[in-house]
């Protein structure tokens, strides 16, 4: 059975930190793709980075460069989120999500095979 499950969301201050863990399982990580995306109430979901496993790449939007770090543990099949600095507009459900590398670069939602549930990070002002 193919799993991802987030946890490390939680509330935290203006300026604060976090790090969200996706953990999987049922699938080959190694061959895959993890994106973090995010979703505000109201908003469209959108990513937040990538990493892709076979070689380690790194991608991330223009909101998180600087403040996101994005990392990866192959010998316990987990991708870490560390986000500092975190503002009111970080509120959101953030989803860990897999797909395949296919050496194309990072792979958009729709290229995503397997979703976790979501973990919720609220920035408080």
């Known amino acids: 059975e193919v799993q991802l499950v987030e946890s490390g969301g939680g509330v935290v201050q203006t300026g604060g930190s976090l790090l969200l863990s996706c953990a999987a399982s049922?699938?080959?990580?190694?061959?895959?793709?993890i994106n973090w995306f995010r979703q505000a109430p109201g908003k469209e979901r959108e990513r937040v980075s990538c990493?892709?496993?076979?070689?380690?790449?790194?991608y991330y939007e223009d909101f998180a460069k600087g403040r996101f770090t994005i990392s990866s543990d192959k010998s316990k099949n987990t991708v870490y989120l560390q986000m500092n600095t975190l503002k009111p507009e970080d509120t959101a459900v953030y989803y860990c999500a897999a797909g395949p590398d296919r050496g194309l670069g990072c792979p958009n939602e729709y290229g995503m095979h397997f979703w976790g549930r979501g973990t919720q990070v609220t920035v408080s002002s």
């Open positions: 990493i892709l496993n076979p070689d380690g790449r790194r």
């Open positions: 049922g699938f080959a990580f190694n061959d895959y793709a």
